[in-house]
């Protein structure tokens, strides 16, 4: 760790190349690594030296960027995954098997949901999905002797519900267990969870990090505090015999959960980071700083304009003062929030279809979070077998537009507007 502002560690931090060596962070193309002797290939394998071997378990060029995001978030190890999904699977399977129950928001992504509700149900490990508004007294009883975490987001995709960090830390920490939080939409320039008690971060890299929509990724982040020396946590508090005994909550210190994370679960699952991937998200890195400030200076500027158009039913924006998470994005997020804004159009499903294929600028795209301005209706996409009546159950209402606004001119952006909404 080091002194650096967070603005320069996004360009600074996790390659130091050494005398001679190329100034920018090469692709190690390779599978695989050669050395003198097979004593020291053993030392590697006992961890009882630093270096390489295989690249499934890791690579100089994803280890570099596993270090910039460690120190972006204040955290003391991180594993990069091939996606998001990957990340928020490995972040709970690392403490949690079959006969396991995670608590967790219902403001999440919806392939949070799917994964959670779906998938780790088949394996055995049971969910309950809660109101993260609701108060601590409320949310303890949703916790049970076998729950394992506490999972939620920062600021939620698609709904933008911001997290009462420190609430949720509070109940994680008086159950004696963690607080896994997915920070995508907030990235650590907004938002460090770490600061407010979380215990494990993770993140779809695909999104802020990256930023320019051109390479799939995820990541864990540890903080190192949370002590998993306990009877909950057999996984880390006793001997791993497939790691030759080792115990990572007594040999790891405080990187133990991401070290058992990386020689259990990414030596047993795979879901590797490609080389080249992780070079162009440290290549996103370089500006996250720059680019999240503008995002959500547009976006601020994009939820001003929508609401005082009275064609628009309703804005869904932290940053608005008539928010209803407007006093807990002061707190969490003061720089800003996200680029994403939900809005309604007025007259409903078609309307709201219509005004989207009017938008020059802004693109129809499955996709948030990059340069490019963006929009998507969820009712005739991604949500198009759901009736209206299913919709509004779920949180997203038939004319419900969600735009990720862009780091292009606020006055191109708001023209688009204006030409689309003109025409409806
Ligand atoms: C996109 C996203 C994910 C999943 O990430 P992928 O990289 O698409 O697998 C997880 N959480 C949030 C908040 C996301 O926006």
Known sequence: MNDYSISTNCI???????????RVLPIYQSTTYKYDTSDQVGKLFDLEAEGFFYSRLSNPTVDAVERKIATLEGGVGALCTSTGQA?????????????????????????????????????????TFVDPDAPIEELQKAVQENTKCIFTETISNPTLVVCDIEKMAKL???????????????TPINCRPFEYGADIVIHSTSKYMDGHAIALGGVIVDSGNFDWNSDKFPGLSTPDESYHGMIYARDCGKAAYITKARVQLMRDMGATPAPLNAFLLNVGLETLHLRVERHCENALAVAKWLESNDKVSWVNYPGLESNKYHE????????????????????GREVAANLMEKLKLAAIVVHVADARTSVLHPASTTHRQLTDEQLVQSGVEPELIRMSVGIEDIVDIIKDLEQAFAQI
């Open 12 to 22: 600074q931090s996790g390659y130091e190349p050494k005398n001679g060596e190329p």
């Open 87 to 127: 990340a928020t699977t490995f972040a709970i399977l690392n403490i949690c098997g079959a006969g396991d129950h995670v608590v967790a928001s219902i403001a999440i992504y919806g392939g949070s949901t799917n994964l959670l509700g779906v998938t780790f149900k088949k394996l055995g490990i049971d969910v």
């Open 328 to 347: 807990l994005a002061k707190k969490y997020l003061p720089k800003g929030n996200c680029g994403v804004v939900s809005f309604g159009v007025k007259g």
């Open 172 to 186: 994680a920490h008086q159950n004696g267990i963690p607080l896994i939080i997915d920070n995508t939409f907030a």
